[in-house]
Each structure stands twice: as structure tokens, then as C-alpha cells.
């Protein structure tokens, strides 16, 4: 009876409970009749009342734990499973044999190793062309009784399992298996013939896992493998001339470092060997295996983030279709192609981030080149006609380099033989199809009269060239073709150059200089994106204001010292206008010099009409002052006059 008391107060809650009406779960969503979402409503298993015609059932993210035909509301019709993110641990033995219209079973993020220790077999999955097991904690062996009998079967996922090992019977269930993704498991071993059987694969996803080396590499029909985030030290395929069928290879974040031994009749065309330890691109030292391998289908080469420190020409001799040559981050101190039929189809070629010293280009070399990229590199000194050889580049990246621009020859041009040779300078005028050029950070202190007349840039970045001096007519050319214009941290006090005559013109980056007045515009500006951020700005002329708001769109001011009484135009803009300022919470200003700084929306122009504090003190003190001379004398005079009448009467 002494526990009664104590017991009372939880009877009372529970039969508190059981009066209250169940929790109301949300419906199920039907999309196009045919589509019930049921996700993430903590169900069991599905609703009875699903409408007739379903053919796709979502049951993701739900506490579905015992998977049977009660828990699908016995529909055996459907053809697009959902239950991802469930606690499925059982499976009803032959659930799936007479769901003959089931194409698509996901499966992943469920307990799955659970029902694999049990050693049951889930049975026939008869018509699931696509299964998803991944996320299920399956180790070797497992996905066996999950997979043993699947004759339809043609994607299977088994990804971020604990996988360590590929058998040779993993999938004889699945022998038609088109698509195989294995990745972010702990695979160590693959048994030899474990994908023999499988004559219908042609996508293979074995990354990141713990694969130290492949050997007699021999899938002919594969198209896709990826191998990427592995540990491999050796890639080598069998010494056959059948063909490979095999298009995209990734071996990206391994430990190669050397070329893989490829196919030698091979169609390759996207091959990532990026984020290696390749020192050189021979695929062997030992002479027996030296095979030379045709890569004229090859697009893509991606060698990037290793430690090369040369390119032979002679690598690129049966790379007639390469688009794209990324070789950046490396150690390679030159590079020079010198024949015409080398890369005839190369379109992109990344050199940034290596030692480049020399850089040599021979005649008729390198047509088709549109974009060269060597941001990051020690070039110093290059022929001055470097550049001028490829009819079809337009983009050119030459950040972090220590090159000198020369100036342009009005008079001559440049095929005459007067023209004027200059090897400390390169040229980059008369370069007709150029429309980006990348030029911070390369110690320029000037930069010549038109130094890129005959181009049709539309970009130019000139940034990061502290004392940069340009010529007034620097830009000169460029009146109706440049559109983005970028001269931040340039130490510039005044912009020199007259950008007003640039019609084109839509983004100035002038920031972390020290401006103290803004460049001249006129009413025929086009620039809606004006960055003046961190410079020495006090007044933002009225004019230039004018001048800008009929197209300016996007304005960056903050961390000026602006007073803010004589930018009232300015204030005007940002109030009245649909002028955006990004950085308005930066943007401050002072109504008097020795005031604090507050914030350009708090300011309004009667702030600025209102008489000054100091005033009305002084004023107070002039009256005062006045009032008590004025005192002091009315009494002097009043006492000197009682005085003289004392002394007129006495006695």
C-alpha cells in the first residue's frame, strides 16, 4: 500500500494517454495517380486504402523493420519500390517471386546484414532490372543470398558496405549485370575471373576502396571503369590485340607512379591519372614489357597534381583527337611543340602551377588551341610573338608570372619587317580572337600605350600589380569590345587611364587601392557593377553619380572614409534609386571630422541642414560674456555717479 502513492500518478498518465485520440498522421501524397509518396511519415508499412492503378510506392524514411506482403499492403503490382532509410533486418522468403511488373528495388540505408546471417536467401527477384543495396553493413559473402537468383538483373548498387572482397561466384545470380557499383567499401582483393561471367558489363565503380594493383586487366566490353581513391601502384592490362571497347578511365588518387600499361588496341577517351606520384610518363623499365600503345581516340588527359617534370613530344604523337591536356600542378620547367601535326584537335591545355621557365610554340602549331592556361609558373621571358601563332585563342590565363607587356606599334604592323622587336616584353596586340587575358600578379609597373590594340578582349585583369602605372591611352582599341575590367589592389591613387570613352563596359573592380577621386564618366557610361571598396574615398563626385544612374545596377563602397554631407547625391541614389549596394552594412560616413562613423542608411539631409552643436555653444558663451560686460559696466557707471553726489553735498 506504501507504493500507491507513488504508482497513482503514472496510472493517472497512462489512462490519460489512452483517453486521448490517436496522433493524426499526415496522408500519403498521389502523384498522377499512378505515384504514392509516403516518405518520412514513421510508418510500418504502407496504408491499406492506396488508390488502384499504383505503380510506384515510396516508403523511404520510415520504421518499416519486417518486410512482407502485409507490410506492402499485399500489392503485387508495383514497379518501383522505395524503402531506403527504413530498419528492414527480414525479408519475407519469396516476397518479390510474383511481383512480375517490379523493374526498380531500392533497398539502401536498412539492417540488411541482419537477414544475411541468417543464411536465407530472399528468393527470385523475377523481373528487378535495379537493385539498391548500399549502406546496409553487408561484409563479403552477404549480398550472395540477397542477389543469388536475380535473372533480370542489369544495375546493382552495393555502395558504403564493408565489402573486402570480390569473389569469383559474388555475382553468378546476375549474370546479366550491365552496371556494378561497388564504392566505398574496403575492397582489398578481386579473385581473378570474378567479372568473367558477367558478358553484359559495361560500367565498373570501384572507388574508394583499398585496391593496391591491377593485373592482366582483361574486361574487353567494359566501357566505364572507375577506380579512383584506391591505393593501386600498377595498372596493367593483358598483352592482347583484341579490342577494348573501354571509354572512360578513372585512376585518379592512387599511388601510380608510372603511366599505366593501357590496352595497346584500345578507344579510350577520358583517361584521369590526376593526384599520382607519376615522375614520368614511360610505362615501364623493363624492356620485355615496353609495348606502344595508340591512343588516337583519346579526348581527355587529365595528369594533373603529380610530379612530372617533362612532357616529351613523342608522348603526344598518337594523340590526334586529345581536346583537353590538363598537366597542371606539376614540375615541369618547359614546354615546346614544334610540330603541326602534334595535338591537331586540342582545344584546352592547362599548364598552371608548374616551374614553366621556357615555353616554345613552332609555326602552324597548336590550330585549334582555344584556351592556354599557365597561372602560377616563373615565365619571365618569352619570344615576343609567343601568343600571336594560334588563330583561335581566346582565353589566356598568365597569373603569378613575371612577364612584361609591350606597346603597341601604331605605325607598323606585325608581319612588317621594321616592326619592332623587344625580347624583354610580349606582345599582345593583333591577336584577333583573344577576348580573356588574366595579367595579375605579374609585378607590371606599366603598362604602354595601346597595349592591346587589334584584340577584341572583353575581359582584362590587371589586378595585384602594386604601382601599377598605365598610359592614358593604354586601353585604347578596346572602346566597344571590353565588358569587365579588373584593377583592384593596384596601389592606384588616381586611374590615369580614361575608361570613359570604354561604351562597353559593364563590371570596374577598383578595389583596396587608394583612390581619392573617381575615374571620369560621362552620360554614355554603360558599367552596371562599380566595386570601390577600401580605398581613400571622401567624396563620391556628383557628376559621376549622374552619370552612372542610368545604368548602374550594383555598387561596393564600404570602407571608405566618405563624409556625409557632401555625398548627398550618393545618398540620394541608394535611397531613391534601384541601385543595390552588397556591402551597405560596411558603408559609413562622418558628419563631422572628429565624430564617430555611422552607417549611410541612418543618414538623411536634415542632418546635414541642422546647426551644429558647437554653434549654439559658442553662441550661448558670446551672449553671456556680452550680457556680463555689459552688467559690469552698468554698475561701475552707477557707482561712480553716487560718488560724485555724496561729494557735491558734504558739509
Do not use: W
Not at 524514411?61 to 533486418?89: F, G, P
Amino acid at each position: 500500500m506504501a507504493t500507491f502513492p507513488l504508482l497513482l500518478p503514472l496510472i493517472m498518465v497512462c489512462m490519460a494517454s489512452a483517453a486521448r485520440p490517436p496522433r493524426h498522421r499526415p496522408p500519403c501524397r498521389t502523384v498522377q495517380m499512378s505515384v504514392v509518396v509516403c516518405s518520412d511519415l514513421s510508418l510500418t508499412s504502407a496504408p491499406f486504402n492506396l488508390p488502384p492503378g499504383v505503380q510506384t510506392l515510396d516508403l523511404s524514411h520510415n520504421q518499416v523493420q519486417n518486410l512482407t506482403l502485409e507490410t506492402l499492403a499485399y500489392r503485387t503490382d508495383l514497379r518501383h519500390l522505395n524503402l531506403n532509410s527504413n530498419k528492414i533486418l527480414f525479408i519475407q522468403p519469396g516476397l518479390f517471386e510474383n511481383m512480375t511488373d517490379l523493374k526498380v528495388l531500392d533497398l539502401a540505408g536498412n539492417h540488411l546484414n541482419v537477414f544475411a546471417l541468417s543464411k536465407n536467401k530472399i528468393g527470385t527477384l523475377t523481373a528487378v532490372e535495379t537493385l539498391d543495396l548500399s549502406s546496409n553493413g553487408l561484409y563479403t559473402g552477404m549480398s550472395d543470398f540477397l542477389i543469388a537468383d536475380s535473372p533480370s538483373l542489369l544495375e546493382l548498387s552495393l555502395n558504403s558496405n564493408s565489402i573486402t572482397k570480390i569473389a569469383q561466384n559474388t555475382f553468378r545470380g546476375a549474370l546479366s549485370l550491365r552496371k556494378v557499383s561497388l564504392h566505398n567499401n574496403v575492397i582489398l582483393e578481386i579473385e581473378d575471373g570474378a567479372f568473367d561471367s558477367l558478358d553484359h558489363l559495361t560500367e565498373l565503380d570501384l572507388s574508394k576502396n583499398s585496391i593496391t594493383c591491377i593485373t592482366d586487366f582483361n574486361l574487353s566490353r567494359l566501357k566505364v571503369l572507375n577506380l579512383n581513391q584506391n591505393s593501386i601502384e600498377i595498372f596493367q592490362s593483358t598483352r592482347s590485340t583484341d579490342l577494348y571497347d573501354l571509354l572512360f578511365l578513372d585512376l585518379s588518387e592512387n599511388k601510380l607512379a608510372r603511366f599505366p600499361l593501357l590496352p595497346a588496341n584500345n578507344t579510350i577517351r577520358h583517361l584521369d591519372l590526376s593526384r599520382n606520384q607519376l615522375q614520368s610518363i614511360n610505362m615501364t623499365d623493363m624492356p620485355e614489357m615496353k609495348t606502344h600503345v595508340v591512343l588516337n581516340h583519346l579526348r581527355y588527359l587529365d595528369l594533373s597534381y603529380n610530379q612530372l617534370k617533362d612532357t616529351p613530344q613523342s608522348f603526344f604523337h598518337t594523340m590526334t583527337s586529345l581536346e583537353v591536356l590538363n598537366v597542371s600542378n606539376n614540375c615541369i620547367d618547359s614546354f615546346s611543340i614544334d610540330d603541326k601535326n602534334l595535338l591537331p584537335a586540342v582545344t584546352i591545355i592547362n599548364l598552371n602551377y608548374n616551374s614553366l621557365q621556357r615555353l616554345s610554340f613552332g609555326e602552324a602549331t597548336l590550330q585549334s588551341l582555344r584556351q592556354l592556361l599557365l597561372q602560377g609558373n616563373d615565365l619571365s621571358t618569352l619570344e615576343q610573338e609567343t601568343f600571336k601563332t594560334f588563330p583561335s585563342l581566346n582565353l589566356l590565363q598568365l597569373q603569378e608570372n613575371n612577364l612584361k607587356v609591350c606597346p603597341s606599334d601604331t605605325k607598323l604592323s606585325p608581319s612588317d619587317p621594321n616592326h619592332i622587336h623587344r625580347p624583354d616584353c610580349v606582345s599582345f596586340s593583333f591577336i584577333p580572337s583573344l577576348k580573356s587575358l588574366y595579367l595579375s600578379q605579374n609585378n607590371l609597373n606599366s603598362l604602354p600605350l595601346r597595349a592591346f590594340a587589334g584584340t577584341r578582349l572583353s575581359l582584362l585583369d590587371l589586378s595585384l600589380n602594386p604601382g601599377l602605372e598605365m598610359h592614358p591611352d593604354s586601353l585604347s582599341g578596346l572602346e566597344h569590345t571590353l565588358i569587365h575590367l579588373f584593377l583592384r589592389e593596384n596601389n592606384i591613387s588616381k586611374l590615369n587611364t580614361d575608361i570613359s570613352s570604354l561604351t562597353s563596359l559593364k563590371l570596374v573592380d577598383l578595389s583596396t587601392n587608394q583612390l581619392t577621386s573617381l575615374p571620369t564618366l560621362t552620360s554614355e557610361s554603360s558599367i552596371e557593377t562599380l566595386n570601390l571598396q577600401n580605398n581613400s574615398l571622401v567624396t563620391l563626385e556628383h557628376s559621376t553619380m549622374v552619370a552612372l544612374e542610368r545604368s548602374l545596377k550594383t555598387l561596393y563602397v564600404g570602407s571608405n572614409p566618405l563624409n556625409c554631407c557632401s555625398n548627398l547625391g550618393f545618398l540620394y541614389l541608394v535611397q531613391h534609386s534601384a541601385v543595390v549596394v552588397p556591402d551597405i552594412e560596411t558603408v559609413t560616413c562622418l558628419l563631422q571630422e572628429d565624430s564617430e562613423p555611422i552607417n549611410i542608411k541612418n543618414v538623411n539631409r536634415e542632418m546635414c541642414h541642422r546647426p551644429k552643436k558647437a554653434s549654439y555653444i559658442f553662441g550661448i558663451v558670446v551672449i553671456v560674456l556680452f550680457t556680463m560686460i555689459t552688467l559690469g559696466l552698468l554698475v561701475k557707471y552707477c557707482k561712480s555717479r553716487k560718488r560724485k553726489r555724496i561729494r557735491r553735498f558734504s558739509v
